[in-house]
């Protein structure tokens, strides 16, 4: 089946500093990848969507320029926190549907635990 | 708006049978997506209903009701490992993200 690598699975940085997320699809090609932030006890809430090549469109309140995505290929999806605080700190997760669609094809990386100290 | 409801808690004993529903109001409906999710891991995928009726796979069966706008997960036999939450979540049109509801804390007793 699908497989979405996602690294790493758990960062610790202090305040200030930025930290990369890397999401890369391994047996298919990977044209939608959605970011998505879940706070402790809380749903996923969908933070962006990348589509390969293009700009990522943000949700609501994401602040595009803090969370940095780029979709340079359709096998690699990078989220960057820049400039994180600790109120940054949550559980990131990708997720990544196959081009051809179909009624299945959304995996989901292993997720990253993100701790601003 | 979209919008997805599921109990936030549920409590079953070893053995039993539980059935965690789900509510769905959202602008379109291209599926219905029921995912386990234990703590501090992401979530992993258990059913999809796109029909209406009910999808048997092994311990778990998921059902549809489109008209109604309502889905229902049932797990049969429960084991101490079902401890978990339960996400509920709906595609609204083709290529789009999924809308999760809040999930469903299940907690399995002896």
């Known amino acids: 089946g699908a497989v979405v690598s996602q690294h790493p699975s758990r960062v610790i940085c202090k305040s200030g500093t930025s930290v990369k997320i890397e999401c890369r699809s391994l047996?298919?090609?990977?044209?939608?990848m959605f970011w998505y932030r879940q706070f402790p006890k809380q749903s996923l809430m969908l933070m962006a969507t990348?589509?390969?090549?293009?700009?990522?469109?943000?949700e609501q309140g994401v602040e595009k320029d803090k969370f940095l995505i780029n979709h340079a290929s359709l096998t690699l999806s990078t989220l960057t926190v820049t400039s994180a605080h600790p109120e940054d700190s949550s559980f990131y997760i990708c997720?990544?549907?196959?081009?051809?669609?179909?009624?299945?094809?959304?995996?989901f990386g292993s997720g990253t635990r993100l701790t601003v100290v | 708006g979209q919008n997805i409801d599921q109990p936030t808690e549920m409590t079953a004993t070893e053995g039993a049978i539980v059935q965690i529903n789900c509510t769905y109001q959202t602008s379109g409906f291209n599926g219905l997506f029921w995912y386990q999710q234990h703590a501090g891991e992401a979530p992993t995928f258990l059913s999809y209903n796109v029909l209406d009726g009910l999808e048997e796979k092994g311990r778990f069966s998921s059902f549809l009701s489109r008209s109604k706008g309502y889905s229902y997960l049932l797990l049969k036999e429960l084991q101490m490992k079902d401890s978990a939450s339960y996400l509920c979540?709906?595609?609204?049109?083709?290529?789009?993200?999924?809308?999760f509801g809040k999930g469903t804390r299940l907690s399995v007793i002896a």
């Open positions: 990348s589509n390969e090549g293009s700009k990522a469109t943000y």
């Open positions: 047996d298919f090609q990977a044209t939608t």
């Open positions: 997720s990544a549907r196959e081009g051809r669609g179909g009624n299945y094809g959304y995996t």
């Open positions: 979540a709906v595609r609204p049109r083709g290529n789009t993200p999924l809308v």
